[in-house]
């Protein structure tokens, strides 16, 4: 039979503990936040109201960012503390196995992996793009952004109308970039197509395209070209706000974003191993769970700090091996999946063999 009470008072404490963590964390976090950026907030004269709104759009990211550290100090807490108070060398000597009561911890562990995975597909990119929007406009006193169709950016400029795919500020790239150029009067003088245009020395260069011209007098020229300078008023700088940011994305809109890239050819990678990035790090606090229970249940005798300084520091040690494997992933020396599989693979595989050398 279940130990009903027993388990009722593991998971008490076991939520009641990562909530004191995860409040800790937040705080911790807002806090730092606040301090980083305090001389920008109060040169905006932003009210009581606006700082309110400020930091509430932080919560959702906190959140996302502490949720795994949180649950992997309320584990090893929990039972570490039921170890000091001889609570596990009783549940030991009356025959029942310890492992049993860990099951109220494994469901809330899985609780946790669904509200990190909705956090990371939706409500983060939400409130990421809404944080911005609140930065420029409030803070940065810009202009609100116009709204943008993400299927096609479109851009007027000066005598000038261009449909790009993509726009990246890394290196200063339109890809899929299609320009139409007028005269003073609108008369459609001539098409530019061409598979990307990168700003070189001050202009324009484009790569991979076609030029059809149209002359006053009816007639039509095309031409194709491998490369060539453009002259244009625009710079890189008037694209930037037509670019939306991969972490305002949620799972639909990147999943789409993915996919148009791929059908037009264009490289994709770094967009997909950020969908799969997401996805797979929302697995973390099961992970994390199952090495705190195999640190705090080793033994009888437990050192609190030192099981809490080992843990934190496996778990930092698994972060930088999960960016580790996706670094790689996204110079394309492993593919995108086991990129973002192998660490939890690796470090799920010693936290069970951990686990199951536990004393029961």
């Known amino acids: 039979m279940r130990p009903r009470i027993l388990e009722a008072y ?13 409040a800790t964390f937040i705080s911790i976090f807002i806090i730092v936040d606040f301090f980083e950026k305090i001389d920008r907030l109060v040169r905006a004269q932003l009210g009581l109201g606006d700082l309110f709104h400020y930091f509430l759009l932080k919560v959702p990211f906190s959140v996302a960012e502490v ?7 309320g584990v090893m807490l929990t039972f570490g503390l ?37 956090l990371k597909l939706f409500l983060v990119p939400w409130s990421q793009g809404r944080l911005n929007l609140f930065w420029e406009t409030r803070v940065e006193k810009k202009p609100p952004p116009s709204l943008i169709n993400m299927q096609h950016f479109w851009y007027k400029g000066d005598q000038v109308i261009y449909n790009i795919l993509l726009f990246r500020k890394d290196i200063q790239t339109l890809e899929g970039v299609k320009i139409y150029l007028f005269d003073r009067k609108f008369n459609l003088v001539q098409i530019i197509a061409a598979a990307r245009a990168r700003w070189q020395g001050g202009h324009w260069r484009f790569y991979q395209g076609f030029i059809q011209t149209f002359d ?36 639909t809109e990147l999943y789409r974003f993915v996919r148009r890239l791929e059908r037009d050819g264009y490289k994709s990678t770094a967009y997909r191993l950020d969908l799969y990035r997401r996805i797979s790090l929302s697995i973390t606090p099961l992970i994390l769970v199952i090495l705190g229970l195999a640190l705090s249940l080793r033994g009888e005798r437990i050192n609190i700090p030192a099981m809490v300084a080992v843990g934190l520091g496996l778990m930092f040690g698994y972060w930088l091996f999960f960016g580790l494997c996706t670094s790689f992933g996204e110079a394309g020396r492993w593919p995108i999946f086991w990129a973002v599989t192998v660490p939890h693979l690796g470090f799920g595989g010693v936290a069970v063999g951990l686990l199951r050398q536990v004393a029961r």
């Open 67 to 73: 949720l795994p550290p949180s649950v992997l100090l």
């Open 10 to 22: 593991v998971a008490r404490e076991f939520l009641k503990l990562s909530g004191l963590s995860l």
């Open 216 to 251: 006053p007098g009816g007639e039509e020229f095309g031409e194709n070209f491998q490369e060539r300078d453009v002259v244009l008023t625009e710079r890189p700088e008037d694209f930037a706000g037509l670019e939306k940011k991969v972490t305002e994305m949620d799972l």
């Open 82 to 118: 039921m170890s000091r108070g001889h609570e596990t060398l009783a549940i030991r000597t009356s025959g029942l196995d310890i492992l049993r009561l860990t099951r109220p911890v494994f469901i809330v562990a899985f609780l946790a992996v669904v509200l990190l995975l909705c």
